[in-house]
């Protein structure tokens, strides 16, 4: 979230200017509410510090705070309960306003107090359940001992005269100390402001008429006038209605006329009183305006997102479905004409899973309620589609849940690509990892994979066995012909070997000189006359050199192991081997059963 852009200055007269003014605010709340001798019933000096601090860099804040704590001083000692308050009175002050400001850094990252719905919350509580409940005792203390008010009654003319005040006018203060009015007025079309200049001289007349002129108390007769202000005119018009409100009614109370008059207790209850309703005046047309405000940033966050979203969909290569929770296709990209071969607005409302090979289909389904279930992950699946001439082609679909307000998936999206292309390479590749390049057997990787499926069968009962072989002195021939001639000869031995065998054996290459034939259905006496099949193709010498030239005579040694079930595949290889290992030591050229 991009954060709120913090005042700072460097003039030498800032700290003078909010000294200033923080002394003019308090005296003459000081002159105007201190009814009954002790705490001004009015305090709006500590709103103009917090918000001072709240929009400033943390650097700045010393400057302001020894400034203002002299304004509090000088104003307490000369207009409020003297001298002796003076200090102690200040430095409450301080502590109030530090107070909401620190607790307000930390809980609001983006130092937005107005504007959302959550940082004005925070503002509310670290306002009236921490700062004042402290502040006000610590107040309530100094003037329970310097004037003749006791401390329960000095504490609440605190706790409501610095609530109310801060509540009211913080907000407000801090909208203009962040630039708010000046891009009000740079951004706002004429026809806005001239609609809120109207809204708010209606609303004046209106504040006017219930504190002036009504005979009867007509309150409640400025909340439609407010509701309206600041759903029309947002965050600004809310506080220039309170400002109105405040002034009007202030005035009038203070002069005791008005409704509030009609209240039995002192003027300060009376001030009190009409303080409360300013706040709750306050926080429900500032409430109203942030969470139009947070709506109208919603709306145009939504309004990007669906022009960036419909210049991909209608111009991607890929095919976007905008499916619902139970599988219906409600928006399909202009592409599925070309990926799919129908038309997109044919799609509509027909369910995505008819797209998919019947084979497929469970594996599609579950990925889409899976999505569902994990909002907020992408999940892939491949799959070969249906297209419109019947043929197959394999898809990878990229599907991602969509949720509403309340964070429930109303559906996904997905994105489909033709994938038939990489899936024919990827088959490519890997026939060829399948294969041996030089002689044409399978790899080392393909053949013990064919032989760990086969000893799978083989635990169903399928009999088959495994053929070790190892040509007879093949470093000799490397040494004496060379290792193209060594090339050769390999490859001639696969080739010889290829029509002794069936077409549902295998024979791959383990390494060197070594290799393995999987026999499949064939117990040991047949496997054993195979080997034997085999060493007679061998009988004629293998051509090493050009048309004519000279060949070599090629022997081998086997070793022969019954596949069992119940055994692993390196334990049946291991088996093979020994058995291979004893054929070379009994004279090579010869097949050897495991033991």
């Not at 430095?91 to 306003?97: D, G, K, L, R």
């Not at 393909?446 to 399928?462: S, V, W, Y």
């Amino acid at each position: 979230m991009q954060r709120s852009a913090l005042r700072h200055s460097s003039s030498i007269f800032a700290p003078v200017i909010t000294g200033s003014v923080y002394f003019v605010v308090a005296t003459l709340a000081l002159l105007l509410s201190r009814f009954e001798g002790g705490l001004a019933f009015i305090w709006c000096a500590n709103a103009f510090l917090m918000a001072e601090l709240l929009t400033s860099r943390t650097r700045d804040w010393p400057r302001a705070i020894i400034a203002c704590a002299i304004a509090s001083a000088v104003a307490t000692a000369l207009f409020g309960m003297g001298p002796l308050a003076a200090i102690p009175m200040a430095a409450i002050n301080i502590v109030e306003s530090l107070i909401v400001a620190i607790i307000c850094r930390r809980f609001v990252p983006d130092r937005r107090i107005i504007g959302a719905i959550r940082p004005l919350v925070v503002f509310i509580i670290a306002l009236c359940g921490v700062a004042n409940v402290i502040a006000g005792a610590m107040a309530a203390t100094v003037a329970s001992f310097l004037t003749p008010v006791p401390f329960g009654s000095s504490w609440l003319q605190w706790y409501s005269g610095h609530v109310l005040g801060g509540l009211t006018f913080a907000p407000i203060l801090i909208l203009f100390l962040q630039g708010e009015c000046g891009r009000w007025l740079r951004d706002t079309p004429v026809r806005a402001k001239v609609e809120m200049v109207v809204l708010l001289t209606l609303f004046a007349l209106v504040i006017v008429h219930i504190f002036f002129w009504a005979r009867y108390p007509l309150l409640f007769a400025s909340l439609l006038p407010l509701v309206l202000i600041a759903f029309r005119t947002g965050q600004m018009g809310a506080a220039a209605s309170i400002i109105i409100l405040a002034v009007i009614g202030g005035v009038a109370t203070l002069q005791g006329v008005g409704p509030m008059t009609m209240l039995s207790g002192s003027t300060g209850m009376r001030v009190q009183y009409f303080q409360f309703y300013l706040a709750l005046s306050f926080l429900m047309s500032m409430l109203v305006a942030a969470e139009l405000n947070s709506r109208r940033r919603l709306f145009l966050m939504l309004q990007d997102s669906e022009a960036r979203y419909r210049a991909i969909a209608e111009h991607s290569g890929d095919v976007v479905l905008n499916i619902s929770v139970d599988g219906i296709i409600h928006y399909a990209s202009p592409s599925a004409a070309e990926q799919i071969g129908c038309a997109p607005e044919l799609l509509i409302g027909q369910s995505a899973a008819n797209l998919v090979d019947p084979q497929d289909r469970a594996l599609v389904i579950a990925t889409h309620r899976r999505a569902l279930t994990h909002p907020g992950v992408s999940h892939t699946v491949e799959f070969r589609s249906l297209v419109s001439d019947g043929d197959l082609q394999w898809c990878e679909m990229v599907s991602r849940a969509v949720v509403d307000e309340r964070g429930i998936p109303s559906g996904v999206v997905s994105m489909i690509r033709d994938m038939s292309r990489h899936k024919a390479r990827q088959q490519a590749l890997q026939q060829v990892a399948a294969r041996d390049s030089l002689t044409g057997a399978d790899s080392r990787r393909a053949f013990l994979d064919k032989l760990e499926a086969e000893i799978l069968r083989a635990r169903q009962g399928a009999r088959s066995c495994l053929l070790l072989i190892d040509i007879d002195h093949f470093k000799a021939v490397n040494d004496r012909y060379g290792h193209g001639a060594g090339d050769r000869v390999l490859s001639a031995f696969v080739e010889r070997l290829r029509p002794g065998l069936r077409n549902i054996d295998s024979i791959g290459r383990l390494g060197g000189e070594e290799f393995a034939i999987l026999l499949v259905d064939s117990d040991i006496d047949r496997a054993s006359m195979i080997c034997e099949r085999l060493r007679a193709r061998m009988v004629d010498p293998i051509p090493v050199g050009e048309a004519g030239g000279e060949a070599i005579s090629v022997t081998f040694s086997a070793g022969l192991v019954k596949l069992d079930g119940e055994s692993t595949r390196s334990a049946m290889l291991e088996a093979a081997d020994k058995a291979l290992y004893r054929a070379k030591h009994s004279g090579r050229n010869c097949l050897r059963l495991a033991a």
